[in-house]
């Protein structure tokens, strides 16, 4: 089992920037490839970005590529999504999920978090 916590969100202004982090229970942290999702209102739950299990290889959404980077710290069994450049458009509820096998489709991620509100205003 693995038991995910995300902070980090709140409301900035267009062009400003964010910090989320995830914290995650148990001892097999660094085999999981982690990933981060977001989900507007009204919208399917999409894929933001996702980290293989060493932090060596990274996948981004075309729509967030160049602005956010994510990263991990597996002595700290924790994940971050850096937001840089935020718009409007990123409003959303961001989750972290775990995931045993690598990929960015939603049913690859056994194990998700409560999620957390980012609010960017124009």
């Known amino acids: 089992q693995v038991q995910l916590v995300e902070s980090g969100g709140g409301l900035v202004q267009a062009g400003g920037s964010l910090r989320l982090s995830c914290a995650a229970s148990?001892?097999?942290?660094?085999?999981?490839?982690m990933g981060w999702f977001r989900q507007a209102p009204g919208k399917e739950r999409e894929f933001v970005a996702v980290i293989t299990g060493s932090g060596g290889s990274s996948i981004y959404a075309d729509s967030v590529k160049g602005r956010f980077t994510i990263s991990r710290d597996n002595a700290k069994n924790t994940v971050y999504l850096q937001m840089n450049s935020l718009k409007p458009q990123d409003t959303a509820v961001y989750y972290c999920a775990a995931a045993s096998s690598w990929g960015t489709a939603r049913y690859n991620y056994a194990y998700w978090g409560q999620g957390t509100q980012v609010t960017v205003s124009s």
């Open positions: 148990g001892r097999t942290f660094s085999t999981h490839h």
